[in-house]
Each structure stands twice: as C-alpha cells, then as structure tokens.
C-alpha cells in the first residue's frame, strides 16, 4: 500500500493517560463482532459505496461501538451539508444541537488498489478541515473499512491515530484501545478529547525534559533569602537607616538593602528603599553597634521567643553561602502569578520568599521568563487559591536548559538585556509622574499616599484621571492647568505604552527563539501558549 507518511506508527494517546481506562475494559462480545466485520471484508470490498457505508455504520458504529441510528438518542447520521463531503456524522444530535463531535469520511479505492493511499489522504487533509460543523475539540474519521484514522479537528500537524481493525485480532492491546477511544461514550461526551489534551501535555513534557542538562548542572544551586524571624524589628525604611547611621556611623556596616516579594517583578528588581538589619549569627557583637542595639531592644522580648539557638538580635535563618546575596545575582520571587526572574545589579538581601542562583547569565534569565519554561514551571508548581503559583528551589534546579549555539545565547542576553533596562525606564516614568501628581496636585495638609488607580494612573483615561483627582484630592486642576495637564498625562502615558510594546516584541522574539531550541512544532507552541 502506497503511503508518505513517515508517523503512521506514532501516537497521539500516552499509554499512561490511559491505563486506567484501558485495565476497565472487557472486550469478548465485542471481540466476536469485529471477527465477523473482518471476515466479510473481502466481500465488502466488491459492493459499491453506498452498501460499504451502510455496513460499516451498522456493523463497526452502531453494533461495536455502540452509536444510534434510530429512536429517541439519534448519534449517527448522514451527512446532508451542502457540499457533502463526508459520509457519516457522530455526536447527540437533537433539534436545539446539530453539531457533531466527529465526521466520517470512506476513502473510495480506485480500481483493484485497497487500502488508504497518499493521494486519498492528502485529498481528505485538503478538504476535511474545510469542514466547520464541528465541535471545537471534534475529530475527522477516514477509513477504508479495514484501517480507520483519527485526526484531532483542532491540531495544525494534520497528524492521526490509526487503527487497523484486521490487526486487532491478533492483538488485544490495539483493540482495546481502540474501543476505548472510539466507543459512543467516550467519544460523545468529550473523554477522548479530554484524553488528547492530557496526552499532549504528557509527550511535551517529556519533550522538554528528554536530553537536556538542568539548571542546578549547568548553573549550581539555587538559594533562599533570609529568615527573620520578626520583620518588624529588622527591616527598616530609608529615613530609619539615615538616623540610626547618624547616631553611630557604624551601623552602616550592617545595614544591607533588603529586597522583599513585592520587589522582585519580570526583568528588574526594582528596591523600595528598605534596609536589613544585617546580624548573621556568629558575626557581630550587637555591643559595637550601640544605635542598631537600642532600635531592637523593643522588640527583645519577641526576639527571644523564636526558634533556634541564635542570640536575640540575630537574624533567625540565613544562607548558607551569605557573601553570594551581595553580589550581583538572579533572583526571582517564591510566589507570583507570572514569572519574575531578573538579574539584581543591587546586591540586595532577599526575604524567605526570595530566592536566587549566583549566576548572573542574561541567557538564562531570557530562558526563565520565555513561555516555555513558565509552561513548565507551572505545571510543577503548587497553585495557591489566589492563582499564584508556589515556586520550589527543586523544581528551578531541575528545568531543562538547551546548550544554545553562540549566536542564539548572544541575542537571547541582548533581549534580556534590553527589557531590564526598558522596564527600568518605564518604571521610572511611572513613579515621576506620579511624584507630579503629587507635588502639584495634592493640597497641603493631605496624606502623600496616592489611590490605588492614581498609583496605576496609566491605566486610565485623563478624565477617569481627573475624577480620581477629585475624589482623592477633593480638588480638582486650575480651569487654566486642565489642557496642560491632559497633553501631559497622554504624552506620558504614550511612552509607557510604546515601552510596552517594545518589552512584548522582545519577549516574544525571545519565545520563537526558545521554540527553535526545543524544537517544537506549531502544536506545540500552541498547546504552550493557550496553558500560559
């Protein structure tokens, strides 16, 4: 039998995702049914096409597989679309659902050949997805009434599923998945199609893991931030770490910037301008710091009630390697409901909920926020009822990183590179219109603190702008300021907009560049996209 195809042996269904299906499974009178069908082949062959779609409809759908004709749940039905391509519809048709779940199509041999030829397949994947009668997650069906295939409607690789019904005599594995996936119930009610997806998910995760070093060999460990045991005491703003220097010089030498989950963002740790009172245990005499001392002795009392054997103005827990959190590092967040991996140039403390790798590789960071590996991170991470997901060290160390060739790595790093520093800058725009706002907006007497929609004001249109203005404020812009400050606000926001849309460029280069080193095909990059 003459055929192209290099993955009529592939499968579209993981083994595993159907074991327990598949052990459920007790197939004697069915098995009788099928050795009948085979036996009449021959003469089946030699009848013309609309008696071979009658038998297989009775015989193979109706009798096997366990679809209805006639009576009260109709689950097969011709075909009677205008251009009446395929022979035979499944799915629960009633008057208020037309739509089938699947469309079957007899491939007409031509003269003495049998069997589905390259030319019959190529001429049923030319028209079949022309068809739009079908369910989102439907299947197209080709057979020959010996050999039938299974093409998934939603798949861009026109792949199949093949079944050879002669094979399965002989072969119990083959037939019992077989019915498994093509019987009525499953078919119908969206098993098989559910089965897909998981079977999908399974062989490209398996893709991704297969042959590639992890991060922790080509990389080393991941770390955790700090412990302190009690924040309140140890992390202090900016005007409590110029007085406390001011009081004793010295305090400089344990005062370290601190980087909390809200810092840590996708491409840039961006400091809120906290400060660690930096004690590790073992290391400094809190006597030789007298103004440090005096601002935790408040807190002694709750100090000496945590755990541990450290002294009651040490820091509860640190890591093991210390000196690494004050160079310059990766770093990304324990939660988030995207990725947050950045390079820190700060030389920041992270907190319990920080962690990092003292590589500082713009190659890896591009690969950690590209789709790909948030795809895997997210499926091995724990989702929090927030819709945060729960990032483990383990599973960090253990993500694929493909050996990219020198040009790729370079221009993956120059990406990385680019959206640091654009997200920088945008940020900066942002906070500077806000301090505007602010310093000429805000009448004396009232708290700084801006809402949360003037904090986001780019979000917003000018007039919701000044609304919020209004609201907050209770006042509204000078009569004479109001042009001034709408060219303004849309200049700004403009250019967050543009940067923006720059950042997503490069993020977006940086995927088809990932895609390429993993190999994926267009399904597989689909399947990656819509998961994430």
């Not at 500082?360 to 960071?365: A, E, F, N, P, W």
Request: aromatic residues 10%; hydrophobic residues 35%.
């Amino acid at each position: 039998m003459e055929n192209n195809r290099n993955n009529l042996s592939e499968t579209l269904f993981h083994t595993q995702i159907l074991e327990t299906g598949l052990k459920q499974l007790s197939l004697d009178s069915q098995k009788a049914i099928l050795q009948a069908w085979v036996d009449r082949l021959d003469e089946l062959n030699k009848k013309d096409k609309a008696s071979q779609i009658s038998a297989f409809s009775a015989e193979i759908l109706e009798k096997l597989l366990g679809y209805n004709a006639s009576g009260n749940t109709i689950t097969i039905k011709a075909d009677t679309t205008p251009d009446h391509f395929f022979d035979l519809l499944l799915g629960q048709f009633k008057p208020a659902n037309q739509n089938a779940v699947a469309a079957l199509k007899l491939a007409e041999s031509a003269g003495k050949e049998s069997g589905i030829s390259s030319e019959m397949e190529k001429n049923f994947k030319d028209e079949a997805w022309k068809f739009t009668e079908l369910e989102k997650d439907g299947f197209y069906l080709l057979t020959d009434l010996n050999e039938i295939r299974l093409y998934p409607k939603n798949r861009k690789n026109k792949i199949c599923e093949r079944f050879v019904l002669s094979e399965m005599l002989e072969n119990e594995t083959a037939f019992s998945r077989f019915y498994l996936l093509l019987n009525a119930i499953n078919l119908l009610s969206g098993k098989t199609a559910k089965w897909l997806h998981e079977s999908a998910v399974l062989f490209l995760n398996e893709k991704l893991r297969t042959s590639y070093q992890t991060l922790k060999e080509m990389y080393g460990p991941v770390h955790r931030g700090i412990v302190t045991g009690l924040d309140a005491a140890f992390v202090i703003d900016e005007a409590t770490k110029d007085r406390l220097i001011k009081e004793d010089p010295r305090s400089a030498d344990i005062l370290k910037p601190y980087v909390d989950k809200a810092d840590l963002d996708k491409w840039l740790t961006d400091s809120r301008s906290l400060w660690l009172i930096y004690t590790p245990e073992n290391l400094y005499d809190i006597e030789n710091y007298p103004a440090i001392k005096n601002h935790l002795m408040p807190f002694k009392e709750q100090l000496e009630k945590r755990a541990g054997s450290q002294k009651w103005y040490e820091l509860e827990q640190v890591s093991a390697h210390p000196e690494s959190m004050f160079a310059t590092k990766l770093g990304f967040s324990e939660h988030s409901h995207n990725p947050t991996f950045a390079i820190d140039k700060n030389g920041g403390v992270y907190d319990h909920t920080g962690f990092y790798t003292t590589e500082s590789d713009y190659y890896l960071v591009a690969l950690l926020n590209s789709s790909v590996l948030w795809y895997l991170i997210r499926n091995s991470s724990l989702k929090k009822p927030d819709g945060t997901y729960e990032l483990s060290a383990r599973e960090i160390e253990n993500l694929p990183i493909p050996d990219a060739p020198g040009l790729v790595r370079g221009r993956m790093g120059q990406l990385s590179d680019f959206c640091h520093d654009a997200v920088l800058t945008r940020n900066d725009l942002i906070k500077h219109f806000r301090g505007m706002t602010a310093y000429n907006l805000l009448p004396e007497g009232l708290s700084s603190t801006l809402t949360q929609r003037l904090h986001n004001w780019f979000s917003l249109e000018f007039d919701t702008f000044r609304s919020e203005i209004v609201d907050s404020f209770k006042t509204d812009i000078p009569a004479d300021d109001i042009q001034l400050w709408n060219d303004y606000f849309y200049q700004e926001r403009n250019k967050v907009f543009n940067m923006n849309a720059d950042i997503a460029r490069s993020e977006k280069e940086i995927d088809l560049l990932v895609y390429e080193l993993f190999g994926l095909n267009p399904d597989e990059i689909d399947l990656i996209e819509r998961m994430v």
